[in-house]
């Protein structure tokens, strides 16, 4: 007795509308796959940006002498290095801001008005901060940095940005606020979302003491703020 080996025009058929169902469904799953393992943030980020604008500024060299000195509208010039640091892999990122603020009327180190390094790791997709590894904010030379949990967005919106609000993180606060779409508008050809936020007068740390004069008063004491 012989045994044929040959498949039958029906198997065949078979195997055909499953290899093809099977590409159809592969296709369809393809971009969401690309889009989950490469919509990422790199890991070889190095970006510097300058910002300038005008800025009302308590005077801190004249505070120190006793007198309060708040100056309106001074040229001001804010320099930020991001940077990749460790811990980072497949799926986080650390990434480091590097960020000085000066004044474009003095020169030396009477034009720095503030600086700081702020470190934060993010998930590369969604560019939202994680909860571990906690963060640091270093905001004086001659101190450790602060552990500070950052919370929602603050380099960069998730890849599919949507019209909504989306939390945003405050290095100043050291906390989030609401980042809230406004408009659609178009940016050199490109249509581009608009976002607004809006910090309310915030007390941040500290106290300063200055004469009731300096503040318009009567007397001679200090008043404490």
């Excluded at 369809?28 to 940006?49: C, F, M, Q, R």
């Excluded at 004249?62 to 001001?76: E, H, S, Y």
């Excluded at 607004?196 to 941040?204: A, D, V, Y």
Aim: aromatic residues 4%; proline residues 5%.
């Amino acid at each position: 007795m012989s045994i044929s080996l040959r498949p039958s025009r029906r198997g065949t058929a078979c195997v055909l509308i499953a290899a093809g169902a099977f590409l159809l469904a592969a296709s369809a799953l393809t971009p969401t796959y690309v889009a989950d393992n490469l919509v990422k943030i790199p890991l070889s980020i190095e970006a510097g940006t300058v910002s300038t604008g005008t800025a009302e500024l308590l005077d801190a060299a004249a505070l120190a002498k006793g007198t309060l000195t708040v100056d309106a509208n001074v040229p001001i010039t804010v320099n930020q290095l991001v940077t990749v640091q460790e811990p980072s892999d497949a799926d986080l990122v650390t990434l480091q801001s590097a960020m000085q603020m000066t004044r474009d009327d003095r020169s030396g180190q009477a034009a720095i008005v503030n600086a700081s390094v702020d470190f934060v790791t993010v998930d590369r997709r969604t560019g939202s901060a994680v909860a571990e590894p906690v963060g640091s904010i270093q905001s004086s030379s001659d101190k450790p940095a602060d552990p500070v949990a950052h919370e929602g967005h603050q380099f960069k919106l998730p890849f599919d940005t949507q019209k909504q609000s989306y939390p945003y993180f405050d290095t100043t606060l050291r906390e989030s606020r609401d980042l809230d779409f406004v408009d659609e508008a178009e940016l050199e050809g490109l249509p581009v979302y608009q976002f607004h936020q809006e910090i309310e007068p915030t007390l941040i740390s500290g106290t300063v003491s200055v004469s009731a004069s300096d503040l318009g008063r009567d007397g001679t004491g200090l008043l404490h703020g």
